[in-house]
């Protein structure tokens, strides 16, 4: 087994790496991991950069002596290597807890400039950090005009022009659809905001490590980026507030962050970011075509393989790893408990809706019948994601479908 520190182990049994001495397993090797718009696999390497500053350089950042310092420098190295994943400034990067917080900051601060204007223009197929805001908006009066969209998952953007108005706070939009990975035309829409003088914001989540992501050739005034969608760490994030743009803050003390995010900085994790997306940036062209290829392939076959499936948002552009599929007459909560005792990992919607029948938002707003919004799986892949993995999947999923299928018929 080698052992070498940082190194991938794999052995009959497990896939881990070893730090320090300690093994660490990071999953069971016979695990088929398709769920990777829910959590990634952290990269080795990540975890390799973040360890000493778990157990040796635990010196404050604010700390004005030298043991402080080296870790002060370690997170502004982690917020160059995010801005440059970015295409933005450095000192455009907010640190966060993740991609909740960071959407959740981004619509306070531009909802609290200016009371005047207190009206929000959003989708019906945004992540629920986002949906769940102008619930509370509603009820302090705000109002929201959530803009619907196709077949194909995509946005009409003359209704979303339309529903700006002149109490408009905010435009946000997502980048990338975490259910279907329907990619949004934020270049356009930002550009319509900024014509409209509204500010835009795009929960950027699912795009970043997976599409090029160039925030600083855009009129985007705030943008929400999570570490663990890209084999960082959980709990980690940033939003990038464009320099010209007003921020309010939400938290207050220590004046971290340039006064925008209080709070002593969760150092390791942020460390892990930076890692993360250095790899990214060094990787995302040529690993954005394998992961593509691979993907296809898994939709080709399985189209060939299984009668009556679709493939949710064919029509629109998509990311290229992930995967949403329709089997009119399948249970998706029964195909999931089946593959999951095969060691098969996938999701019947986003992440919060496994375990809940609520049927996914996103594809209801696609107007799916019944029948395929009950049976539609979501599939998503990484660039650890394996050939083997796939064939693995290609060969499982097609029996489990048969199988669930004719118990529903029965
Ligand atoms: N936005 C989108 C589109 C997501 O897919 C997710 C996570 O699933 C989030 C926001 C929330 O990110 P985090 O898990 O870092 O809070």
């Known amino acids: 087994m080698p052992t070498s520190d940082g190194n991938l182990m794999r052995s009959s ?57 080296q870790v002060r420098e370690a997170i502004e190295q982690a917020r160059e290597r995010v801005a440059a994943l970015l295409g933005c400034l450095a000192s455009e990067i907010v640190f966060t807890s993740g991609g909740t917080e960071s959407d959740n900051l981004a619509l306070s601060s531009a909802l609290g400039l200016d009371a005047a204007r207190r009206h929000l223009v959003t989708t019906a197929v945004e992540h629920s950090a986002i949906r769940r805001q102008p619930e509370h908006l509603a009820e302090n009066g705000g109002g929201v005009s959530a803009v619907g969209v196709n077949g194909d998952g995509e946005l009409d953007l003359d209704e979303l022009e339309n529903a700006i108005r002149p109490e408009t706070a905010l435009v946000s939009v997502m980048w990338a659809n975490n259910e279907t990975g329907v990619l949004f035309p ?13 500010l835009f914001h795009t929960d950027a989540v699912q795009a970043v490590g997976k599409v090029p992501v160039r925030l600083g050739e855009l009129p ?12 960082g760490p959980k709990g980690v994030g940033a939003l990038y507030v464009s320099r010209r743009s007003a921020f309010r803050a939400s938290s207050f003390g220590g004046g971290q962050e340039n006064k925008r995010r209080a709070g002593t900085e969760n150092v390791a994790s942020i460390v892990g970011f930076g890692k993360a ?3 990214a940036a060094r990787t995302l062209e040529d690993e954005g075509r394998r992961v593509r290829a691979l993907r296809d392939r898994f939709e080709e076959k399985l189209l060939a393989a299984v009668p009556d499936c679709f493939v949710n948002g064919a029509g629109a552009p998509r990311l290229p790893n992930t995967s949403s599929l329709s089997f009119p007459g399948l249970e998706a909560e029964g195909a999931l408990a089946l593959l999951d005792r095969h060691d098969l990992c996938a999701s019947a919607g986003s992440a919060c809706h496994t375990g809940s029948l609520q049927a996914s938002h996103v594809l209801r707003a696609m107007h799916l019948s019944e029948e395929r919004l009950r049976g539609s799986l979501r599939f998503s892949l990484s660039r650890l994601t394996t050939e083997a993995e796939v064939d693995r999947a290609l060969e499982l999923i097609p029996r489990v479908i048969a199988k669930v299928r004719a118990l529903a018929a029965g």
């Open 13 to 69: 049994r497990k896939v881990g790496v070893e730090v320090g001495g300690r093994e660490i397993v990071i999953a069971a090797e016979k695990i088929v991991y398709l769920d990777n718009n829910a959590t990634t696999r952290l990269d080795p390497a990540v975890l390799e950069e973040m360890w000493p500053f778990l157990a040796g350089y635990y010196g404050n950042p604010a700390a004005g002596y030298g043991f402080g310092r």
């Open 186 to 198: 934020v270049e356009k829409i930002a550009a319509l905001a900024r014509e409209k003088r509204v």
């Open 220 to 231: 985007v005034n705030y943008a929400s980026i999570s570490a663990h969608k890209f084999h």
């Open 277 to 279: 997306a250095e790899i």
